[in-house]
Every structure is written in structure tokens, then in C-alpha cells.
């Protein structure tokens, strides 16, 4: 239990605060937050236990979880808190805090899915959902994932083959170059 | 009626039916719509969790390009588009720090002049129920509707709703003679993109949302988000297979209905293009004729 004996024990509480406005302090471990939470089956760490390993600044244990990572920010957490802290900002925070560290991500998948994605938007200005899926799933080693889907979803048109590129993609690269993983705080 | 137009990515491809009947349903009303020239993907939920300043800075050239064209308005369909679009401009109005910072990312200014819009507030407060209704030259016949909002209401800079009992969709249901269902999912979560990275997750969700809706006695549910409308289209078979269930729901978009209550064609509201096809229940309901 090192990180009790740690010189500033509200060292993560305060860094959470700094980047998301959000008080850990104010959670009064009701649980709301992970009773309404729909991702919660499947998750390593409970919304209101990423709460509390804030409060005791557990950064380890946290940038580790694969919870930061299938947490789909359908913000129902955040709605249902009495307290009214944004959770599923602070869910945003660490994983901001877990990719600034370079340390491995708990959830590999949900990591690559997003990546391939913005990769897309910096070649076209758009995505291109098929060759988005088919990327993702040639980068997991599953090409037939889905497979099935492709049929139904071309004979209704919902595949669009080529995909569409903007006019000033030029720009849109600029824009990534100039763009920083996180905000810095005034 | 001119207002500014904002499609989004997936109204391009998997979702082109949303795209067609609102285009089909606007004209129909004789609101003309005018796309944000040359517009770019909003980043959706990739940019927000892997570049903060990506996230905002994407966005903020949509803005700053509906502006220049001299877009009041703009409506996007996608509730993702419609959220990032709206916060960004909110926060640049906040904040004035992060206004100069966006704009030398994106090398042009945005003066802030653009108002966001999402399609349920525009039909039910820009439109009106009454001008909508004299578009309709038929009515849903009692269809037993799910309305079905996902987290929408809840997305950031999004105001328009209750956020955890919404009742726009309902509302506009009504008044195209539908039978808008209480029931209890209408904002529960789809999955989002889980149902690409982590398919299981999204289909325990999915199949939560359908059987609540079936309880209900729902002959169909409406939708106003290409992801979720996907997500519980698509995958109705795969939930099926590995829950032993027989789902056969179909999931309409929203503009979809309205079209119908317009008498516009079958394919012309893109209705061939959902996986579950709506054809035997709009036939038994006598929506539409063989």
C-alpha cells in the first residue's frame, strides 16, 4: 500500500482536477454511478472504485484498467451523480493521463479502432467506414470478423465503396500537425 | 426556408437512408438544405479520446466554413456531429484562450455567428408541429412506436431534451398519428463503437434494448442516430444466434416516418436499405399499399 505513504497522497486528485475541472474529493461512494452504468458487467474496475483509487492516488492501478477504455461515455454516470461530478469527464482524463505515460493500454482493441479512425480522417477529411472496418480488423488478425455483414450491408447499399476525399485535405493535415494530445492548462 | 446542412460521415455510407429521407421529407416542406461546403469529419469519439485539440480543432473548421458561407443555422443529424459541433462552439464563446488557440491551429477564425441544430429541436421548434403536420397526407395509422434516443440528450453541449425522459421524438410521433410507446430505454446506451471493437458488450446492450421495446409491444423502433440505428439493425441476427432469441424489430429513422406520412416512395425514404425490413408491418398497418 505504498501509494498511502506517498508524500502528497492528493497528487492524482489534484492532476484530475487540474485537467478536467472535476473534484474526486466531493464523491461520497454511493454507487449510483456504477448502478446505472451499462459497461459495468464488463469492467475491471467499477466506476465508483476508479472514484475512490483517485481519492487514495492509486495511478497505477488506474492507468492500467481496461475500464478507461470501454467506458462508452454514454454519460449517465455523469447525469445521476448527487454529488454532480462529470465521471465520465474523468474517465476522459485518464486516458489522456494513461496515453501521456506511454504505458501499455488495458484495452488494446478499443485503442487501435481509434487510431485507424483518426488515420482516416488525416488521409481523406472523412472517414471511410469500410475500409475502416477492414483495416481495424486486418490490424486484429480477424479478417472474417463480420464478415457475414459485408452481403447484407453492400446489397443495401449501405457500403460505400470508394469513400469520399474533401478538397482542402491538405488542411486537414495541418491541422493534426498542429493539433496537441492535451490541452494546456493556463 | 434556407438552413445550413451538416451530413456527417456515416450519412454518406451506412447510413444514406437517414440522409435521403431527410433530404426527401425537407423538400417536401420546401425548406431547401445547403451542406456546409467541403466539410470535414467531427472526429467523433477517436479525436475526443486520443487529441483533445483535435477534437475541437475538427469542429471548429466545420464552423468557421459554415460562416463563411453565411449559415445561420445548420442542422446535423448525427447526434455526434450535432454535439461536437455545438460545444465547440460553446466552449470557443466560454473561452477565449482556447478561441485563439483553435484558430491558429486551424488558421482561420470563427466569429461565433453559427447556431446548431439538431433534427428533433428543428422539426419541433424551428418547423412546428403545425407546418409539419399540413406536409402529412396520411398518418401512421396507430403505429405502436418506441421512440428511441440513446445518449443523445446526454452528449456534451447538448440541451434540447429531458436527459434521462425524453420526449421530442414522441412528440413529433404523435403528431404523425403514431402510437408513442412509454417505455423505459428510450436513453439506455447502444454500445457505440464497442459494437466494432468490442462486439459481445454491444450486443448484451442491443438485445436489452430491443426486448424492453418488444415488452412494450412496439411494432417498430425510431431512431435518430445512424450509430444506434446500426447497431440495432444490424445486429439483430448475430443476438439471435448466440441469445436462442427471434427479434424481428424493425428500426426506422425518424425522418423515415415523416416521409411516410407525406406518401413518398418506398425507396425514395430509403426503407430497402434497412436490414429489417419495415414492409410487412407498414403493410398490416395500412401505411402503405402493395
Known sequence: ?186 | MQVGYYPGCSLESSAREFDLSIRAVFEKMEISLREIPDWNCCGASPAHYLNEELAMALPYRNLVKAEEAGLDRVISPCPACYSHLKHTHEEVIKDSGLGDRLRTIVGKEYQGRTVSKHLLDFIKEDIGLDRLKSSMKSTLNGLKVASYYGCLTRLPGVDIDDKENPILMDDIIGALGGEPLDWSYKTECCGASLSVSRTEIALRLVKAILEAAKVRGAECIAVVCPLCQSNLDTRQGDINKKFRTSYIVPILYLSQLIGLTQKLGFTQLGLNRLIISPNEILLQKGIIEK
Request: hydrophobic share 35%; net charge positive; charged share 30%.
Open chain 1, 1 to 186: 500500500m505504498s501509494y498511502l505513504n506517498s508524500q502528497d497522497i492528493h497528487k492524482l486528485r489534484n492532476r484530475i482536477l487540474s485537467i478536467s475541472g472535476e473534484d474526486v474529493s466531493k464523491c461520497i461512494q454511493c454507487g449510483k454511478c456504477t448502478a446505472g452504468c451499462p459497461i459495468s458487467p464488463e469492467m475491471d474496475l467499477q466506476p465508483n472504485q476508479v472514484l475512490r483509487l483517485i481519492q487514495i492516488n492509486d495511478e497505477d492501478a488506474l492507468l492500467r484498467c481496461s475500464t478507461i477504455w470501454i467506458c462508452a461515455s454514454c454519460q449517465t454516470c455523469s447525469v445521476r451523480c448527487p454529488e454532480e461530478i462529470d465521471i465520465a469527464k474523468i474517465m476522459d482524463s485518464l486516458r489522456k493521463l494513461a496515453l501521456e505515460a506511454k504505458i501499455p493500454v488495458g484495452e488494446e482493441k478499443v485503442v487501435k479502432f481509434d487510431e485507424i479512425f483518426l488515420d482516416s480522417i488525416r488521409k481523406r477529411g472523412r472517414v471511410h467506414e469500410l475500409e475502416l472496418v477492414m483495416k481495424y480488423n486486418l490490424a486484429l488478425r480477424q479478417p472474417f470478423k463480420d464478415a457475414h455483414l459485408g452481403p447484407v450491408m453492400f446489397t443495401r447499399g449501405k457500403l460505400g465503396i470508394l469513400g469520399h476525399k474533401i478538397k482542402e485535405v491538405g488542411k486537414i493535415k495541418e491541422i493534426f500537425k498542429n493539433s496537441r494530445r492535451i490541452k494546456q492548462m493556463e
